[in-house]
């Protein structure tokens, strides 16, 4: 680090985390004294949803959290029953999320699917069973939040196959550890969250997943480092010394031992309190989609510290909040959505931390949302960024 840190406005944070393997940043920088190393003492706090987790930051009992891409300009932009300015400098990690269907669920849609099991193919198959069902048979879907990625893969998995989201099948809201105990209890039929859960009804027998995040949305940002505009601006040095802690802990990520170390102390009682079993498929990315299925390679599964991932991509914050701002059965104004996205997401803050830590900054935004949209790998999504 080229020149000394600002001394730290706060040097004791209480962090908010929910029970996920994208937690990971958190835990690695608690336990391998990271937050320690940048003068911090944090507490990470467990919550049970996203909900609490908006609420509690928003009213000042934590002071920075993990949180759903789409929630701090959902925030701000008082869509989600509360307005209070958030912003995020750094993105936590990109996809992790499963669409899980329950087991008599999938065993319709299996049937009805020829060949390879893709995204399209599960969403085309299950369009026939939704149609054979008819209305007396609708489908209950989950997700852990109504302004989060989840809920646009939902919505743009369904569409693939024809599946009207608003008319075809009723979605609701359930904390992400509830979701495997309600599909088991059949109160939903399906869920998309992220991992462990998908991984955890599979090793039960309770479901199988029917389409990975990145099969949908290559390279979808998925957890932010959030903190109200308001506490960024009393605390800027207390935050530059978090994000490059959370840095730091998401380019050792990137190792595969370090995945492996990491997974052991997730499932610790102060964390996940789990088995390892469960987490580790999706941090190895050897992964098995149904109970009794092959184990296969799912590369990117989670991605953290890789290729600059940290960055906070304006042109994905657009296409995040157009899709959820469809909840709200009216469009941002395109003026309000730059500006929301200028507001909310601060690439500025990512590239003042790189310099410091010394990694290769990015100087614009990554290829336009459409060349995302289109790509069907994460190879032709890295063609579209090199080409811009």
Known sequence: MSRPLPRPEKDRLEIGYVRLTDSAPFVLAAERRLFARYGLTVTLRQEVSWANVRDKLAVGALDAAQMPAPLPAMTTLGASGIRVPMLSGLTLSLNGNAITLSGPLWHEVRMRCAGEITAERTATALKAVVTNRGESGRLTLAVVHAFSTHMVLLRTWLRSGGIDPDRDVRTIVVPPAQMVDSLATGIIDGFCAGEPWGSVAVHHGIGAVAALGNEVWPEAPEKVLAVTEHWHERHPATHA??????????????EPDVRLEVAQCLGGRQYLDMPTAWLLPSLTGRYRREPGGPETDVPDMHVFGLDRAGLPRRDQAERL??????????????????????????????????RMLGLPEVHRDRAPADAVRQSGSSRAVSAAKDSS
């Open 241 to 254: 010394r978090l994000r490059l802690a959370l840095m730091e802990a998401c380019q050792r990520l990137a």
């Open 321 to 354: 909040v157009v899709r959820c701002a469809e909840l709200l059965g009216r469009p941002v104004d395109e003026g309000r959505l730059a500006e929301l996205v200028q507001q909310t997401h601060r690439p500025d803050l990512y590239r003042e931390s790189a």
